[in-house]
C-alpha cells in the first residue's frame, strides 16, 4: 500500500473518531430531559398529606421518608430548566398586521332640554316655542329668541322681555323654571319687515347663566294666503334683441328690393334701345328718318358682365349684421353678469359639492354637514375675554352629520369673516373653555347625529363679523351664513 493511501485512510479514521466524541456527550443532556419530563406527572398521584394511624409501627416512617426524596428529586432540572428559559432574551414582537382602530366619534348625552319653533298661518309673523325639560328633576334654563333684522316684537308671552344682543340684532328673552317632565309654550308676535317677505326667527335654550346651549329650532314664517311671486318674461316682441333682429331683416329685405329694382330697370333700358335700333317708323324710314352715318358690321355682340350688387348695399348689410350680432352679444352678457352673485365663492374645480349662502336660523347643507347658526353675540372688551383691543364673538351653531359615516371637521376651517375682507379662524382654547373643557373637533361627528354648540371667535377691533363660512372638509364648498 502506499504512503499516501495509508496516510489518507489514518485521516479518515480521525476525523470519524472525532465526530463520534463529539456526538456522545449530547446523548446525555437530552436524555436526562426526555426522562424527567414525565416524572412530575407520575409523581403528581400520589398523596403527600395522608398521615398512617397511630397503630402504624416505627418502621413506617422509614418508606414516607424516604418517598418525598425520591419525589423531590426531579424537580431541580425542572426549576433549572424552567430558570434557563426564563434567562432567555425574549425576540421582539412583530407589528400588528391590522392598522390601530380610528377615533370613535363619543356619544355626547341628550340632552335635559329640548326646543321646537313653530309658526302660525297669521297676516303677521307669530311664532310658538315648545321648551320641554326631559329630565327627572327641575331645571333652570335662559330661552334667547333671535328677531329678523329691521322687526321689532309686538307681543310677547309672560315673563319675556325684548333687549339687544351682543350685535346688531334684537332679541327676546325668558328666564324659567322647568318641572321635571314639564313642556313650556311660549309666544312672540313680531312686525313685518315687507308684505308677504318670510321672516326665519330661530330659538335657543341655554344653562341658567345663559353661555352653554342645550338645544336650538328655527321655523320661518309665511304670510297667509299670501301668491307666490311669478316672474313673467315680457312678450317676444318687445325683448330688444328680436327687435335689432327684426330691424336688421327689415333693413336687408329692402336692400335687397332696391337692388333688384335697378336691375330690372336697366334691362328694360337696354331691351328697348336694342329694339328701336335699325327698325323702320311709320313713314317707312329706319331710325325714324335718322338714317345711318356707316353701314354696322355684323360682328358679334360681346359678352357681358355679370352685375355685382352695389358697394353701399354690401357695406350697409354688413353694418347691420355687425349691429345685430354686437348687440345680442351684449344683452346677453348684461343677463348673465347681472345674475352673478358677488358673495359666493369659487364652486368648481376641485371643491367638493356647491357653495350655499343664506341667513341666520337657515339650514345649509353642504356635502357631508347641514350647518345652522342660531345666534351671535359677541363680548366687550376685557382682559378675560379678548387679547387687547378686540373681543370674542361666540357663535351658537348646530352641526348635522348627513352622511352614513362618521365625518371628523377641524377649527382651523370654520371662519369668521370680518368687513374688509379680513377673516380669523376658531379660537380653539376659547372653544374648549366654552364646551365646559371639551374639545368639540377631538372625535368626530357619528353618522346621523346632531350636534348644537359654541364656537368662539377672537376678532380685533369693534365691528363683529359680517360672515360665517363653516365646512366639514379642505375640499368642501362649504356654506356662508350672512350676519345681520
Not at 395522608?50 to 424537580?75: E, I, N
Not at 318670510?198 to 341655554?206: D, E, G, K, V
Not at 329692402?254 to 317708323?281: E, M
Not at 347641514?370 to 383691543?389: I, K, L, N, Q
Amino acid at each position: 500500500m502506499p504512503a499516501s493511501t495509508r496516510h489518507h485512510r489514518a485521516l479518515a479514521v480521525f476525523v470519524h473518531c472525532l465526530g463520534i466524541l463529539a456526538a456522545v456527550p449530547a446523548l446525555p443532556a437530552a436524555a436526562p430531559e426526555a426522562a424527567a419530563a414525565p416524572r412530575p406527572a407520575a409523581a403528581t398521584p400520589q398523596p403527600a398529606t395522608p398521615v398512617p394511624p397511630a397503630t402504624t409501627t416505627t418502621p413506617a416512617p422509614g418508606p414516607a421518608a424516604v418517598t418525598p426524596s425520591a419525589t423531590v428529586s426531579p424537580a431541580p432540572p425542572a426549576v433549572a430548566v424552567a430558570a434557563r428559559a426564563s434567562a432567555e432574551p425574549t425576540p421582539p414582537s412583530a407589528p400588528p398586521a391590522v392598522a390601530p382602530p380610528s377615533r370613535v366619534p363619543a356619544s355626547a348625552p341628550p340632552p335635559p332640554v329640548t326646543v321646537a319653533v313653530a309658526t302660525e298661518r297669521s297676516p303677521a309673523p307669530r311664532y310658538q316655542i315648545h321648551v320641554r325639560n326631559v329630565g327627572n328633576s327641575p331645571l333652570d334654563t335662559t330661552v334667547r329668541q333671535e328677531l329678523p333684522s329691521g322687526s321689532s316684537p309686538t307681543a310677547i308671552s309672560g315673563g319675556g322681555r325684548s333687549s339687544s344682543s351682543g350685535g346688531s340684532t334684537a332679541e327676546v328673552t325668558w328666564r324659567l323654571r322647568l318641572p321635571a317632565h314639564s313642556t313650556t309654550t311660549l309666544g312672540t308676535a313680531l312686525t313685518a319687515v315687507a308684505p308677504g317677505q318670510p321672516l326665519t326667527a330661530p330659538a335657543c335654550a341655554f344653562t341658567s347663566d345663559g353661555t352653554r346651549p342645550y338645544d336650538c329650532a328655527s321655523a320661518t314664517w309665511q304670510a297667509a294666503g299670501a301668491p307666490a311671486a311669478e316672474v313673467t318674461e315680457a312678450p317676444p316682441w318687445r325683448r330688444f334683441p328680436v327687435l335689432l333682429a327684426g330691424l336688421g331683416v327689415l333693413v336687408l329685405l329692402g336692400a335687397l328690393v332696391a337692388w333688384v329694382w335697378r336691375r330690372q330697370r336697366g334691362r328694360r333700358v337696354n331691351a328697348a334701345a336694342l329694339a328701336t335700333n335699325g327698325t323702320p317708323d311709320a313713314n317707312g324710314t329706319p331710325d325714324g328718318g335718322r338714317g345711318t352715318i356707316y353701314p354696322r358690321a355684323a360682328s358679334p355682340s360681346p359678352s357681358r358682365r355679370r352685375r355685382t350688387p352695389p358697394v353701399w348695399l354690401l357695406v350697409g348689410a354688413a353694418a347691420v349684421v355687425l349691429a345685430g350680432v354686437i348687440g345680442t352679444a351684449g344683452w346677453t352678457a348684461t343677463r348673465q353678469v347681472s345674475s352673478i352673485d358677488t358673495q359666493k365663492q369659487p364652486t368648481s374645480g376641485a371643491w367638493m359639492g356647491t357653495g350655499v349662502s343664506g341667513p341666520v336660523g337657515v339650514p345649509l347643507r353642504e356635502s357631508a354637514f347641514e350647518f345652522t347658526v342660531y345666534r351671535m353675540s359677541c363680548t366687550a372688551d376685557g382682559p378675560d375675554a379678548a387679547p387687547a383691543g378686540g373681543r370674542r364673538c361666540q357663535a351658537t351653531v348646530g352641526v348635522r352629520n348627513v352622511t352614513g359615516a362618521q365625518q371628523p371637521w377641524h377649527g382651523q376651517l370654520q371662519r369668521a369673516y370680518l368687513p374688509g375682507g379680513r377673516w380669523v379662524s376658531t379660537d380653539e382654547p376659547a372653544t374648549r373653555a366654552a364646551n365646559l373643557g371639551r374639545d368639540v373637533f377631538a372625535n368626530p361627528v357619528a353618522a346621523g347625529s346632531r350636534v348644537v354648540l359654541p364656537l368662539v371667535f377672537s376678532v380685533d377691533g369693534r365691528d363683529p363679523p359680517r360672515q360665517l363660512e363653516l365646512r366639514s372638509g379642505v375640499f368642501s364648498a362649504g356654506v356662508r351664513v350672512q350676519m345681520p
